[in-house]
């Protein structure tokens, strides 16, 4: 009997109807169901702000020990690190896409749609993630287009927004899509009598301030092409 209700048992660790005294089945999977998702996501999370503060090494035991799931929940959902770390770089992804999307929807022009994306991923820190990751999701590109389809949606995106700023004269002529790019990856070091958040928010409005026509200092070099930008993020085989 133990070894029935053990299979009986589903993904997400918890029993199925069968094993609870017959209860309805269709009643209970889809709160079996959301169970399993919350887990994921749960796990998701904590692996993204762990890989964030310690690298992409981290324990597993303490992705789910700050998950508030067991080892084996974790396993269950996620097999290996490389499973885990494609969950984390597709969900990075994704969010980065529907930020850049939102904000060239919802702003009322292209320079406050450029701004709003640049702050959000600084506050989140999700630019700063996607490039800790992007050694592996390389990998995970070469054999998962699904990945690189969301990137570059991402760039097509980007690359679009600064244009149409440039044109109406809100970025600066001499700045690059590569200087953008690098934004997005920025990480600020706050004191510990400073609150991180402020002093994200004001490097970014300084930077951002930096970004804007009519800029004083005259930059060194050649600004970046959007070839530049698709090289620098080009999936090598």
Partial sequence: ?????FVDCNLSGEESSSSRGGRDVAGTTPRLRA???????????????LFLEQ??????DEVARQAGVGIGTLYRRFPDRDALLRAVAEDTLRRLADLVEAARREEP?????LC???RSCAELRLGE???RLDPHLHRQMRTGQDL????????ATVLELAARAQADGALRADAGPLDIAM???LHVYAPANVSGDQAMRRMVDIMLDGLRAGGGAVLPGAPSTDVDLRRYTAVEP
């Avoid at 009997?1 to 209700?5: A, G």
């Avoid at 998702?37 to 702000?49: E, F, G, H, K, P």
């Avoid at 690298?55 to 597993?60: A, F, N, R, T």
């Avoid at 022009?109 to 749609?113: E, M, P, Q, R």
Wanted: aromatic letters at 4%; proline letters at 2%; charged letters at 30%.
């Fill in 1 to 5: 009997m133990k070894l029935l209700r």
């Fill in 35 to 49: 169970d399993a998702r919350r887990n994921r996501d749960l796990i998701v999370t904590a692996a993204q702000r």
């Fill in 55 to 60: 690298g992409i090494d981290v324990p597993l």
């Fill in 109 to 113: 022009d292209a320079w406050h749609a």
């Fill in 116 to 118: 709003r994306f640049l």
């Fill in 129 to 131: 993630l996607a490039a």
């Fill in 148 to 155: 690189d389809e969301i990137r570059q949606r991402v760039i």
């Fill in 183 to 185: 934004l997005m990856t």
